[in-house]
């Protein structure tokens, strides 16, 4: 492997529990997913799907937020970084190397997987633009197949055909983050590097919002409170092995801590460290800092108006090499302004 298996690859790990389910014709657990362990679940292909297209999303927000606060916003042309070519050049190639660590777990699984993932390469993998209107389509299909108790084997490739392509077109977005973030931590420096970040976290935190409440996961079909509390609950396992710890109470406040044991970021960008002769987690604030602030206002959103949130980044992977422990402090208080001042910078703003 190129990257970590298990940082960077539980894909492969859901996608040989689908066939596993759908091989056994519990078509039900194949859908809307089901626990397979203490701190793990199978988040079904409805989830899955969603989620995978909100970080596709998601990671080339991270990278253009990233690039304009290191002043170097012309370094991206489109789909590409090609308007550094030594740093474009660098991102082609160690993207190659996951796709190839995708063909390679893809031919361990047999089943069919492998000429599915054959079909990926970069020229093939962008976003289409009617994206939306075949998840949707996929998700009557797959409703419909559930009731019947008959999912074809055609209706699941396509399925795991359209969230291979995002797990491959958002790593092709977070390959070229790290690169980006690598050449400016050895072009201009550690300080240029964190105010970069610190330059532009807040605007990311909303805009990567609005990426995800007001278009992706509406398109995708998680438009109510009830689709988002699902994925919520679920979407994160389709990357990521995590658990809440017990809450502690802080005199009035509340707290949850919540405990991500790997991380796809934390595992692309160890590996551009390494390759690009960079001590480990140097580049970890290029990353973790812009996740303190989505998780943020993730909570501000979503929060009920009785309680006042708090957020914050304890330890991580990509700063600590630890497990990244997330606080969320919530307190009684009538926050109400909260919520509508929320609602506007998100959905108001939304197209």
């Not at 929320?342 to 939304?350: C, D, I, N, T």
Request: glycine share 10%; charged share 25%.
């Amino acid at each position: 492997m190129n990257y970590s298996e298990f940082h960077d690859h539980k894909w492969a790990r859901n996608v040989e529990l689908a066939l596993g389910y759908w091989k056994r014709g519990e078509y039900e657990k194949l859908y809307r997913g089901d626990q397979v362990a203490e701190r793990d679940y199978f988040p079904g292909l409805r989830v899955m799907g969603a989620y995978w297209a909100s970080v596709e999303h998601e990671m080339p927000l991270r990278l253009s937020t990233f690039l304009r606060g290191a002043g170097h916003p012309d370094w991206l042309d489109g789909q590409s970084l090609s308007g550094d070519p030594e740093v474009a050049r660098k991102a082609t190639e160690y993207f190659g190397r996951f796709l190839a660590d995708m063909a390679e777990l893809a031919g361990r699984m047999g089943e069919g997987v492998g000429p599915l993932v054959a079909r990926l390469s970069a020229a093939s993998i962008g976003m289409p633009d009617d994206w939306a209107s075949t998840m949707s389509g996929l998700q009557r299909r797959g409703e419909a197949a559930v009731a019947a108790g008959d999912f074809p084997r055609g209706l699941l490739d396509e399925w795991l055909a359209i969230c291979l392509r995002s797990v491959a077109d958002y790593n092709r977005y977070l390959v070229a983050g790290a690169t980006a973030a690598a050449a400016v931590l050895k072009r201009d420096g550690p300080v240029a590097l964190r105010a970069a970040v610190d330059a532009t976290s807040e605007d990311f935190m909303w805009d990567v919002s609005r990426a995800f409440f007001a278009t992706a996961l509406p398109k995708a079909g998680f438009e109510d409170i009830g689709d988002l509390m699902e994925l919520g609950l679920r979407g994160m396992y389709a990357d990521q092995y995590f658990h809440s710890e017990p809450e502690v109470q802080d005199g009035e406040a509340t707290l949850r801590t919540s405990v991500l044991e790997n991380c796809e970021l934390a595992g692309v960008y160890a590996a551009v460290e390494a390759w690009e002769g960079l001590p480990p987690r140097s580049l970890g604030y290029a990353f973790c800092r812009y996740c303190e602030a989505h998780g943020l206002a993730t909570m501000m959103i979503t929060m009920p108006p009785m309680v006042s949130p708090g957020y914050r980044l304890l330890r991580s992977l990509g700063l600590h090499g630890e497990p990244c422990r997330f606080e969320l402090r919530t307190s009684p208080a009538d926050d109400m302004p909260r919520i509508l001042a929320v609602q506007e910078r998100v959905f108001g703003a939304a197209d």
